[in-house]
């Protein structure tokens, strides 16, 4: 189990695990959540800026959260306290395969709660050539160890 006092701001992780953006998945969500045509429609995503089907914003967050969950180590979070600074900077493509680093940018200990403290991390979300396509800041309240376990 990863505590508060365990993250140490500069700390990268490079999560073992990967997304594949398939048709079935893009389309699927997004006529649920967000029924852009160049989300949902082959045909239409062809002759839109993007040229082929595209995942809309939304699924991606949720792709982020899915590799997030994925870090070897279970961490003991609290809850989340917000997401900042949220970038789309490349279109996540029908078969984009993405990826996700994680990166501690600064910890705060709670001044009113000793059993836990802040956390900010920046989440990098590449595809398989290396392009960053979406980042974020996420802000997690983090419970500390103070029993001296794990």
């Not at 949902?40 to 939304?58: H, I, P, Q, R």
């Not at 979070?77 to 078969?95: M, N, P, Q, S």
């Not at 001044?111 to 900010?120: A, C, E, I, L, T």
Request: glycine share 6%; hydrophobic share 40%; net charge negative.
């Amino acid at each position: 189990m990863r505590y508060f006092d365990d993250f140490v701001v500069g700390e990268r992780h490079d999560i073992p695990a990967t997304y594949e953006m398939t048709k079935d998945e893009i389309v699927s969500f997004a006529t649920k959540w967000d029924p852009q045509p160049f989300h949902v429609d082959e045909e239409a995503a062809a002759k839109s800026v993007y040229g082929m089907l595209t995942a809309c914003g939304t699924h991606i967050q949720a792709v982020v959260l899915f590799l997030a969950a994925r870090l070897p180590e279970e961490t003991a979070v609290i809850g989340a306290l917000g997401y900042d600074e949220v970038r789309f900077l490349k279109a996540a493509k029908l078969g984009d395969t993405l990826r996700l680093v994680i990166e501690c940018i600064e910890t705060k200990p709670s001044s009113s709660k000793p059993d836990r403290g802040v956390v900010k991390n920046r989440h990098i979300l590449m595809n398989q050539s290396g392009e960053t396509v979406f980042t974020q800041t996420t802000t997690l309240l983090i419970a500390r160890d103070l029993k001296g376990g794990d």
